[in-house]
């Protein structure tokens, strides 16, 4: 049987399923989310309960505190104990990035153009890594189909935040939305027509009341 170090997210829904299962099979598992020491698992707000404001000056001050020393210890100890790592995926870095920022979030507001819902940009099918015939990484990696503004929008309904979607136009198409929060939130046309100019204009009062009043 072998000495397995588990990694993932902390998010990663699949990781207390694949513990549990490799120890049935008789495995000795190091769980980083309830570790055998006595200090318990590291987490970040354990250290400052305002860390996700940290400057990077103040992340690399906080790699130094004691908390942050002894599980990066705890870390290496695994690390040399076991004889195999196992990722478990997803843990697409720029993804869980975005997650981690919406977490900290109440609101999402969301911009919409003619082109929105034609944006590709973090779909896996379109990365030159991407095999069509498999769908699968050349290079390894988990794959989404998502966007990084349909994953935004995805998460942002799941999490129950407020959202404010904004169309920059005179009228509200929500058509050019994402389908996930096509009918979630609040609709508000950015343009308005000014009769005194004879042209479309931004409505800058409507957009400002829009955030006082559906957003906290």
Not at 19 to 32: A, I, P, S, T, W
Not at 77 to 83: P, Q
């Amino acid at each position: 049987m072998a000495k397995i170090y588990v990694a993932s997210s902390w998010r990663n829904q699949y990781f207390p399923e694949v513990v549990k299962r490799l120890r049935e099979y008789g495995h000795e598992v190091y769980d980083f989310r309830n570790p055998p020491h006595d200090h318990g698992a590291f987490m970040w707000k354990n250290v400052d309960p305002n860390f996700d404001k940290w400057t990077v000056e103040e992340y690399k001050q906080g790699l130094q505190h004691p908390s942050s020393e002894r599980q990066f210890q705890a870390d290496l100890d695994a690390l040399n104990w076991a004889d195999t790592c196992l990722l478990v995926l997803p843990c697409c870095t720029i993804k869980h990035s975005l997650k981690d920022r919406l977490d900290c979030s109440k609101n999402f507001v969301l911009i919409v153009g003619n082109h929105t819902n034609d944006l590709t940009r973090g779909s896996c099918a379109y990365c030159n890594s991407y095999n069509s015939w498999s769908r699968s990484c050349g290079r390894g990696h988990y794959v989404s189909y998502e966007s990084f503004i349909e994953y935004e929008c995805r998460q942002a309904v799941e999490a129950g935040m407020k959202i404010l979607i904004l169309h920059n136009s005179p009228a509200i198409d929500k058509t050019k939305c994402p389908e996930s929060i096509r009918y979630k939130g609040t609709h508000i046309a950015m343009h308005k027509y000014d009769f005194s100019k004879g042209s479309y204009v931004w409505d800058y009062l409507g957009i400002k009341s829009a955030f006082e009043k559906y957003l906290d």
